[in-house]
Nanobody, 122 residues
C-alpha cells in the first residue's frame, strides 16, 4: 500500500495550493480519506476527511471555509484545496486511509503517506 502526497511548496500568505494524494495497493473506493498536518513543534492535527463516495466531508474549525477536500475514485486520488493561506498553515500535510467509519481520529486511520511540506511566508 502506498499513499503519495504532492503539491506542497513555498507560497505567500493569501495564496492557494492544491495538494494531491495518490494511492495504490488499496481499494480506494471503500476507504474514507483524511488529511492531517503537523506544524513544527506541535502534534499532528486533523484537517479534513471525506467519505467513500465523496458525499460526506467535513473539516476542522480552524480551516473551515478555506480548505476543501475532494476525491476522484477513478484516479484513486484525494485532494485538498487550500486557499487564503496563512503563516500558521505552515506544516507537513499527510493523507491517510481509513476503512472504518469516517473519523477525525488519527488512531482510526490504517495507512499514511510520507507527507508534503507546505510553507507560507508572510
Amino acid at each position: 500500500v502506498q499513499l503519495v502526497e504532492s503539491g506542497g511548496g513555498l507560497v505567500q500568505a493569501g495564496g492557494s495550493l492544491r495538494l494531491a494524494c495518490t494511492t495504490s495497493g488499496l481499494t480506494f473506493n471503500i476507504a474514507n480519506m483524511g488529511w492531517f498536518r503537523q506544524a513544527p513543534g506541535k502534534e499532528r492535527e486533523f484537517v479534513a476527511a471525506i467519505g467513500r463516495s465523496g458525499g460526506a466531508a467535513y473539516s476542522s474549525d480552524s480551516v473551515k471555509g478555506r480548505f476543501t477536500i475532494s476525491r476522484d475514485n477513478a484516479k484513486n486520488t484525494v485532494y485538498l484545496q487550500i486557499s487564503t493561506l496563512k503563516p500558521e498553515d505552515t506544516a507537513v500535510y499527510y493523507c491517510a486511509a481509513d476503512f472504518g467509519g469516517l473519523s477525525r481520529l488519527e488512531s482510526e486511520y490504517n495507512y499514511w503517506g510520507q507527507g508534503t511540506q507546505v510553507t507560507v511566508s508572510s
